[in-house]
């Protein structure tokens, strides 16, 4: 995973950027040890990239592209989490 970390002008306050979905996600987070920082970025950006790799229209394999390519032919079983996700909430 590529990211980029920078310090800030604030004490003890890091900034971390990856680029995903198009878009990129900054996270400010606050903390003595930026190594320790740095491991909560990280977590952050592998969970946003598991939700790129279910819900991506533009990665071929992922759940939402499966549904996109069965439209009107097959159903298709997605996870729990990509169900979650496309329910409709009022």
Known sequence: ?????????LPD??????SAMNTRFD???CHTDV?????????AFE???ELESQLSRFIPNSEISRINQ??????IQV???????LKHRP
């Open 27 to 29: 996270i400010w987070l």
């Open 13 to 18: 306050t890091w900034t971390f950027s990856h």
């Open 35 to 43: 190594g320790y920082a740095e491991q909560a970025a990280f977590q």
């Open 1 to 9: 995973m590529i990211y980029t970390a920078k310090q800030t002008n």
């Open 70 to 75: 069965s439209a009107g032919k097959e159903w």
């Open 79 to 85: 996870s729990p989490e990509t169900l979650k996700r």
């Open 47 to 49: 969970g946003l990239l």
